[in-house]
């Protein structure tokens, strides 16, 4: 049955002193055939809005075109039915606000996006309700601090929680401290009281199911649905969860492939680590004959920011060495103390304990590097320093040497991590695009099996998180912090970036929230970040599936698996609703009923083409939803000009885009076509991973196009650009559209 369309078109904030609503009335009534058309000067008012709801509710309108402004703003207001069928045109931010008022050219473009809004409504469908039975229990792994908080925080919010550890109790690295660092003011003093409390209050909770010695065999499924099994004692446990927090927190970075340090040479050469365990014990010693020590060296960043080792900072060694200093000065307080740093880092109020520390008259601090460490014979270490403060270099004899060794995060293998990083590196920068391609397939399968099995997920990319930038498994996106690329799997704590015990429990807060929100959005079969709210879902028409399985292989989420054949599974829950399988498809077989192939074809064919002795030519920008559409509304927020040769298709992200809705806009006659997708690359990342990315690589089917077409390449052109660069986007429209005029007409438009 056909839709009975209500267009509602609001002529408040400069639309309707810009354009002839009357006119726009009267393309929804006729070529729209719209069962209903109403202007409104204020459509966002409790009137405006009532409007809408009446025509919805007597059945006047049964799906809703809203031509007012941006679909970014006044969700709230145009929050109607979530299965009814709804399309917003933006006609404030990108034509009435940065185009000249009352112009032909501005009413053009107006009535363009008006049709378009009209199309894509036409072939939208209903979203379809969810069925499942979704679980909203919570699977934490890791019950360290990080591990024990979340569990305890989501237990106290009223969900259940199945806690899994592998050591035979709980506490992690925290419980065998001798203490940790300053709490509270005034930060000059370390607290000893330790994690008893914690570890109770998660054994007797009524809510939370702890396991240890414990392993995870297999995690198969999707949020709200994940099927866990976990061998306890030799017996497996089956339970069904609805979210995971992995907080598998760290270990030390191997202090012997830091061979000039002198670890393995001398026992009395120790990591922190080993120092730690040391002191709670009670007495600090030198290993080599168990008698008390008198000097001590402590050289920090032993392995971190060292580009041979681990890139980055480790976050807590400074803050180790100068607790541990102090249980030096507890025990001896005539002891020397030497601290060889590259820059001491203690972030906020944990500079106020460096600085007490400082005052100690017998603590030697140094900016240097540390160039040897050697024996001394009979007794005793030595170390060589060069470049310090003091100019020149320097020699210091101690007693232990402690190396504060970096913190490498439970989910990664190190020569694994640098071979990835050159892979990545070789795919981006390699001059023959045979290695660029032969590193690309490298770096995804080290991604895809580099990791320590922790969760051993049944997915075809592999049984662990993605490790990303130096092994860590998070987003590495601001926007989405605990986010992973497995959707409803969050990480927390010393996994997810290097940190000390109090950060890792506000992290556990974070991810709990999180889970809480995946697992409730799940149920009512929302999607999670970036397009939280979207209950569509993608549909496959599998009779015309060719196996070519590059849906299950672009995916950047996994969301799809594959069978023997290779045909696709698709785990619709774990789909965060990208389109880049869409885009991936040469077989377009994949649709979602609010965004397919033919609603975007759809709104193509709307556009009006002007005839060539018109000269006024058309320009067809796909542009990403997440930063490039904003932008441009800032840029109408600013009231920047910019030609209005252009029409605006918003693409979820530009890896949904398919090839053939270029091939169809240039054969239409659009004189060029400009995709502006999200910046990627080592300081930016996409909104989908890699949707950017991927219409990067698939530009070279689409210059074959081009020449099939028998068409200059100089009519496509593909850029980033962010959020914060709205003067950016109008400049580059305005000089793409130079270009195109100077090009000349499409020969195709007159055919």
Same mark, same amino acid.
């Given at each position: ?23 726009? &009335?009267?393309? @929804? ?5 719209? @069962? ?24 006047? $309108? ?16 145009? $929050? ?61 792994? =890791? ?97 069904? &969860? ?19 340090? =002198? ?16 002191? @709670? ?75 007490? $520390? ?47 060794? =970096? ?49 051993? #997920? %049944? ?33 927390? !704590? ?14 556990? #807060?974070?991810? @709990? ?19 939280? !709210? ?24 996994? %969301? ?22 869409? !885009? ?35 320009? #067809? ?13 800032? $840029? ?35 004189? !060029? ?56 986007? %109008? ?21």
């Amino acid at each position: 049955m056909d839709k009975k369309l209500g267009v509602y078109i609001c002529s408040g904030c400069s639309i309707g002193d810009s354009l002839d609503t009357g006119s726009l &009335v009267k393309i @929804a009534e006729g070529e729209g055939k719209a @069962a209903c058309c109403r202007v409104h000067p204020f459509l966002c008012s409790r009137e405006g809005v009532d409007w809408i709801r009446k025509d919805l509710e007597d059945d006047t $309108a049964d799906a809703v075109v809203i031509a007012a402004c941006s679909p970014r703003v006044k969700t709230d207001a145009f $929050a109607f039915d979530p299965f009814t069928v709804m399309e917003r045109v933006n006609l404030r931010e990108h034509v009435a606000w940065c185009q000249k008022p009352r112009d032909e050219d501005t009413q053009m473009m107006a009535e363009d996006y008006l049709r378009m809004g009209i199309a894509k409504a036409r072939k939208m469908e209903k979203l379809i309700p969810v069925s499942e039975t979704i679980s909203k229990k919570i699977l934490v792994v =890791g019950g360290g601090v990080t591990g024990m908080t979340a569990a305890k925080e989501s237990a106290d919010a009223g969900y259940e929680v199945l806690l899994v550890e592998r050591e035979a109790s709980l506490g992690g690295y925290v419980a065998g401290v001798k203490s940790r660092f300053p709490g509270h003011p005034p930060y000059a003093e370390t607290i000893h009281e330790g994690i008893r409390d914690t570890i109770d209050a998660v054994l007797y909770h009524s809510k939370i199911q702890v396991l240890t010695s414990a392993h995870i065999d297999k995690i198969q499924g999707q949020p709200g649905m994940f099927d866990v099994e976990i061998e306890v004692g030799g017996s497996i446990v089956r339970d069904r &969860v609805g979210a995971i927090v992995q907080a598998t927190g760290w270990k030390p970075y191997d202090p012997s492939k830091l061979g000039h340090l =002198g670890y393995g040479s001398s026992p009395d050469i120790v990591t922190n680590i080993e120092f730690e365990e040391m002191a @709670a014990k009670g007495r600090i010693f030198r290993p080599s004959d168990g008698k008390p020590v008198g000097s001590v060296l402590f050289i920090q960043c032993a392995g971190s920011r060292d580009k041979a080792h681990l890139p980055y900072c480790s976050s807590v060694c400074c803050m180790t060495t100068l607790k541990q200093a102090g249980y030096i000065r507890e025990q001896n307080p005539d002891a020397k103390i030497y601290v060889v740093y590259k820059d001491i880092r203690t972030p906020g109020q944990y500079e106020k304990y460096y600085k007490a $520390a400082q005052e100690d008259p017998l603590t030697f601090f140094t900016k240097g590097e540390v160039v040897s460490v050697e024996k001394k014979s009979p007794i005793g270490l030595a170390a060589t320093v060069a470049d310090t403060l003091l100019g020149g270099d320097i020699e210091i004899k101690a007693d232990l040497v402690v190396l504060a060794a =970096g913190m490498v995060p439970n989910s990664a293998d190190g020569e694994a991590i640098r071979a990835l990083e050159d892979a990545e590196l070789k795919a981006r920068t390699s001059d023959s695009e045979k290695q660029r391609a032969e590193a690309a397939r490298k770096a995804e399968e080290l991604r895809r099996h580099k990791g320590t099995e922790i969760l051993n #997920l %049944a997915y075809r990319q592999g049984p662990d998180l993605p490790a990303l930038r130096y092994g860590f498994p998070d987003s590495h996106f601001i926007c989405f912090p605990y986010e992973t690329r497995r959707t409803a799997i969050y990480t927390a !704590g010393a996994v997810r970036a290097p940190m000390d015990s109090a950060y890792a429990m506000e992290d556990a #807060l974070g991810a @709990a929230m999180k889970s809480i929100q995946s697992v409730e959005l799940a149920a009512q079969g929302q999607a999670v970040h970036p397009r939280a !709210g979207d209950m569509s879902f993608p549909d496959f028409f599998l009779q015309r599936c060719t196996q070519c399985k590059r849906c299950t292989e672009e995916c950047p989420f996994g %969301a799809i698996d594959e069978d023997e054949k290779g045909t696709p599974r698709p785990n619709p829950y774990r789909c965060r609703r990208c389109g880049v399988c869409l !885009g991936a498809c040469p077989e377009r077989i994949i649709s979602f009923k609010n965004y397919s192939v033919d609603m975007i074809a759809s709104m193509i064919k709307a556009i009006g083409i002007p005839e060539e002795e018109e000269e006024k030519p058309r320009i #067809l920008v796909f542009m990403c939803e997440n930063d490039a559409y904003p932008a441009l509304d800032i $840029a109408g927020l600013r009231r920047l000009k910019y030609d209005a040769s252009v029409r605006v298709i918003p693409l979820r992200c530009l890896g949904s885009m398919n090839i053939v809705w270029i091939a169809d806009a240039l054969s239409r006659g659009f004189d !060029g076509i400009l995709l502006i997708g999200c910046k990627f690359g080592d300081d930016y990342q996409c909104h989908f991973i890699k949707g950017s990315e991927l219409a990067d690589r698939r530009m070279e089917n689409v210059k074959e196009t081009l020449q099939r077409l028998q068409l200059e390449s100089e009519r496509l052109r593909l850029t980033q650009l962010s959020i914060n660069e709205p003067d950016k986007l %109008a400049n580059l429209i305005n000089e793409f559209a130079d270009q195109i005029r100077e090009i000349g007409p499409n020969p195709y438009k007159d055919m």
